[in-house]
Nanobody
Framework: VQLVESGGGLVQPGGSLRLSCAAS????????MRWYRQAPGKEREWVAG????????YYSDSMKGRVTISRDNAKNTVYLQMNSLKPEDTAVYYC?????????WGQGTLVTVSS
């Protein structure tokens, strides 16, 4: 089982990024997925979630209205579109397989919001 995040980078405040997470080694379409982030010196926090069929999405209060989670089950990929980024959004972003054991984490992708 493998999760590979990509799409991070340096972006100015107010900018946008689209993160991707390519999944392999399990039946992707059977599992809900989540995005988390971990800022420097802080604990990992949940950002967004999506049901296995993509019909239901959930967002943390900290990013609601600025992010959209989506998935393409044909491509085994989950996405996180982030808009109106703020410096406090600087973090490593990870995708996660909901209700899968053992826990699997990818290497994450670093998002830096700075002018």
């Amino acid at each position: 089982v493998q999760l590979v995040e990509s799409g991070g980078g340096l972006v100015q405040p107010g900018g946008s990024l689209r993160l991707s997470c390519a999944a392999s080694g399990f039946t992707f379409s059977n599992y809900a997925m989540r995005w988390y982030r971990q800022a420097p010196g802080k604990e990992r926090e949940w950002v967004a979630g999506i049901s296995s069929d993509g019909e239901n999405t959930y967002y943390s209060d900290s990013m609601k209205g600025r992010v959209t989670i989506s998935r393409d089950n044909a491509k085994n990929t989950v996405y996180l579109q982030m808009n109106s980024l703020k410096p406090e959004d600087t973090a490593v972003y990870y995708c996660y397989i909901r209700y899968y054991t053992p826990e699997v984490w990818g290497q994450g992708t670093l998002v830096t919001v700075s002018s």
